[in-house]
């Protein structure tokens, strides 16, 4: 048993919200909403419940937006403890899913510690796993030689590559979608970016012979579907070959110098960095080399799908009309300061974070602390390798005492910025790159 608290925790106010963002207005403060207008429908009763709520003035009251929940709430729940975890937020126990409070994500390096865990299935036994009779096979009909290595043939074989490689959560910030969308209500913390030290996939793939008629990978892990029907995946997904073949795609055994943490994939997990996280294989056991689109289990409509053109919010979208996430869209935290911290007038308050892009470099991150009607640039540097994510950090001061949020936004190379309110609504609730928002209290 990994869990060591049993009832799952609510989502309280982001569950209200996501009913009915104008019912949880009008019931928590009195606020009147107007979809229409965005602004300044706090009326003088709403702004003293909620000033109440968050214990001081909101000088900036006139630009929040409606229907925001303050950040001041966001982070209200008591953590969990996962083997080898520390501080995170377990959003269902069967299977495990646990996300990292931003402010754990501070490090420019994840520790393995503060690295989310998505399962879709049951992990192998733990006591079963053995790295030196570990298989890793390489089959598919676009597969010249089928072979089958240990993990100490890999590293005999192939050169090793160390990167640091984000990884996000196709599903992460799932919980703001308004109708809500089924699945792990993700919040902003299913995200990490540590080191992975393993072979590339394309060494690997082309030592037993890629076929030209080659046009995707799968890979299958070694977990079992939650029914406990051994002929049953959890999860197969991939990516295509060229994709596959990118220097930085990796066949991993470790991570952060480290074997790579239990939960997290070991003794060997496949890294497709930048896109939704569900391509990166975790117990990894074989990866087939396919003359068509991958077909395994979770690559069909809707999973990991969006439509191809917008759609209104709640609309049942036929599968012709819905198409493969492949890049995840621009996105920054902030993990510094800690959501909620009371912090005084005179001093300036320093201000970081992270910013990454998918497939894409992040090109500029700027800070507001007015609900986003005036924005600062910060220092943001560029990624150790590609598909790092990158640090940015500034200062920031307020006018007067009061509640505030700092909000980040990050813009990619193509222009594309992170929006401030929840993205294009689509019905499993992936790619919300909304700006993240914390609480400060200025006193
Ligand atoms: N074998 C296997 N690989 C898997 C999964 C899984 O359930 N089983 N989950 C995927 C999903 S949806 C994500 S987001 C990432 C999460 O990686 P992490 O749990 O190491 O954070 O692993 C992916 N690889
Ligand atoms: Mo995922």
Redesign the pocket.
């Known amino acids: 048993m990994v869990l060591k608290k049993d009832n799952p925790p609510s989502r309280g106010i982001h569950e209200l919200y996501a009913q009915d963002a104008s019912k949880a207005d009008k019931l928590l403060w009195g606020r009147e909403t107007n979809p229409l207008a965005r602004r300044g429908f706090l009326t003088k009763g709403s702004l003293l419940a909620m000033s109440a709520a968050v214990g001081a003035a909101i000088p900036f009251a006139y630009l929040m937006p409606s229907g925001l929940i303050p950040a001041a709430f966001a982070e209200d729940e008591e953590p969990f403890t996962l083997e080898g975890k520390d501080g995170l937020i377990v959003l269902n126990d069967r299977p495990v899913n646990a996300e990292t409070p931003a402010h754990l994500l501070d490090d420019e390096i994840t520790p393995a510690k503060h690295?989310?865990?998505?399962?879709?299935?049951i992990p192998p036994v733990k006591e079963k796993i053995d790295p030196n009779t570990w298989k890793l096979e390489i089959a598919g009909e676009a597969c010249e030689n089928p072979t089958s290595f240990t993990i100490s043939e890999l590293k005999e074989k192939f050169k090793t590559h160390t990167y640091q490689l984000q990884?996000e959560?196709?599903g992460n910030g799932r919980s703001e979608f308004v109708p809500s969308a089924s699945g792990n209500q993700w919040t902003t913390g299913?995200v990490?970016c540590p080191t992975f030290t393993g072979v590339r996939v394309r060494d690997v793939l082309e030592s037993c012979g890629i076929k030209d008629n080659a046009v995707y990978i799968g890979y299958y892990?070694a977990?079992t579907h939650l029914s406990g029907d051994p002929n049953k995946q959890?999860?197969s997904r991939g990516v295509p070959i060229k994709k596959a073949v990118q220097d930085e795609s990796l066949i991993a055994w470790a991570m952060n110098d480290e074997d790579i943490p239990y939960?997290?994939?070991y003794p060997l997990r496949l890294v497709c960095s930048g896109w939704?996280?569900?391509v990166?294989?975790?117990?990894l056991t074989k990866i087939v080399v396919r003359d068509q689109v991958h077909d395994g289990k979770k690559m069909e409509s809707p999973s990991y799908r969006v439509p191809k053109h917008p759609v209104a919010p709640g609309t049942e979208v036929p599968k012709e009309d819905m198409q493969i996430i492949e890049s995840m869209p621009v996105k920054s935290l902030v993990t510094f300061p800690k959501s909620g911290i009371n912090h005084e007038l005179a001093k300036p308050l320093a201000v970081r974070g992270h910013a990454w892009a998918g497939d894409f470099q992040v090109a500029k991150v700027e800070v507001s602390n007015d609900f986003g009607a005036t924005w600062k640039m910060v220092k943001l540097q560029a990624p150790v390798n590609k598909f790092a994510w990158q640090h940015w950090r500034t200062e920031l001061t307020f006018p007067e005492i009061g509640y505030y949020e700092v909000w980040a936004k990050a813009t990619d190379r193509k222009g594309r910025a992170q929006p401030m309110v929840v993205p294009d609504w689509n019905p499993k609730g992936y790619l919300n790159n909304a700006c993240h928002r914390i609480a400060v209290q200025v006193v």
Do not use: Y
């Open positions: 690295m989310f865990v998505r399962n879709n299935g990884i959560c196709g299913a990490a892990g977990d959890p999860i939960l997290n994939g939704p996280g569900s990166s294989g975790k117990w």
